[in-house]
């Protein structure tokens, strides 16, 4: 279907963009209201992204050492409990096979935006890195 097999004066395409921007706007208010808090509360930066297909913002904990990823990720899990509430799932996925671990935690409607935060880590680089900098979480 194209613009011109609508009705007259009615550009579908053109009404879609303009929810998205609108709902990207929303999520870019949560981004921000984040960011502040994180920075008031001193917690450790980590990679943000604002999806193109649903008001959703993805937090990625991939700082280096990658024995850090666990910290952030506890530490944001943390600090969006507080002002959230509980995940509304969460999960930590163990490859033994892979000797990777993936965890994550997922909050569906704050502020009517969809927070998905993330992490990833080999496990034995976390193990060696915990040896060389203190105990593992």
């Known amino acids: 279907m194209t613009a011109s097999d609508n009705a007259p004066g009615l550009d579908l395409d053109a009404a879609r963009e ?5 709902w990207q706007q929303g999520v ?14 001193r917690l450790p930066a980590i990679s943000w992204k604002i999806s193109g297909a649903a008001p959703q913002l993805n937090g990625a904990c991939e700082q280096h050492p990658e024995s850090r990823r666990l910290t952030d990720f506890i ?23 892979q000797g990777m671990t993936a965890a994550f935690a ?14 990833e880590w080999w496990d034995d680089h976390v193990a060696v890195e915990a040896t060389a900098e203190g105990p593992a979480l």
């Open 28 to 41: 870019a208010a949560v981004l921000i209201k984040l960011l502040a808090h994180g920075g008031a509360a």
């Open 18 to 22: 303009d929810y998205i921007r609108e």
């Open 106 to 119: 997922v909050w569906h409607r704050y502020d009517r935006v969809c927070i998905v935060l993330s992490a």
């Open 75 to 97: 530490a944001w899990k943390t600090a969006l409990a507080a002002l959230a509430g509980p995940p509304d799932e969460q999960r930590d996925d163990t490859h033994p096979s």
